[in-house]
């Protein structure tokens, strides 16, 4: 499985963002996905997921109402729509795949990774 990320960039704080991550293999509709995300001198932290379906997604309390995790399984991809984006949102954003098992918050469950991409957020 690889995965590419993109859509990163520069917002000012109270803008939007929305990141994509396109994934290869043709079982993509069998994988649950997450988000998550590594601000520097930090360690990676969990920020979305969802299930292979879509029908289930989960947030990490600190994006809830702001950030929406979503996937389009026809075209292989899942999206994070991220709104009223703060400064504290900074970081380089990876998208993780699991084949084995449902959604996870854990990054220790997901065993394929994408290479991330830079969200910076200014104040």
């Known amino acids: 499985v690889q995965l590419q990320a993109s859509g990163g960039g520069l917002v000012q704080a109270g803008g939007s963002l929305r990141l994509s991550c396109a994934a290869s293999?043709?079982?993509?509709?069998?994988?649950?996905m997450g988000w998550f995300r590594q601000a520097p001198g930090k360690e990676r932290e969990f920020v979305a997921t969802?299930?292979?379906?879509?029908?289930?997604?989960y947030y990490t309390d600190s994006v809830k109402g702001r950030f929406t995790i979503s996937r389009d399984n026809a075209k292989n991809s899942i999206s994070l729509q991220m709104n009223s984006l703060k400064p504290e949102d900074t970081a380089i954003y990876y998208c993780?795949?699991?084949?084995?098992?449902?959604?996870?918050?854990?990054?220790?469950?997901?065993?394929?990774w994408g290479q991330g991409t830079l969200v910076t957020v200014s104040s």
């Open positions: 993780a795949a699991r084949i084995l098992g449902g959604t996870s918050t854990y990054t220790e469950a997901y065993p394929y």
């Open positions: 293999g043709r079982t993509f509709s069998r994988y649950a």
């Open positions: 969802i299930n292979w379906s879509g029908s289930n997604t």
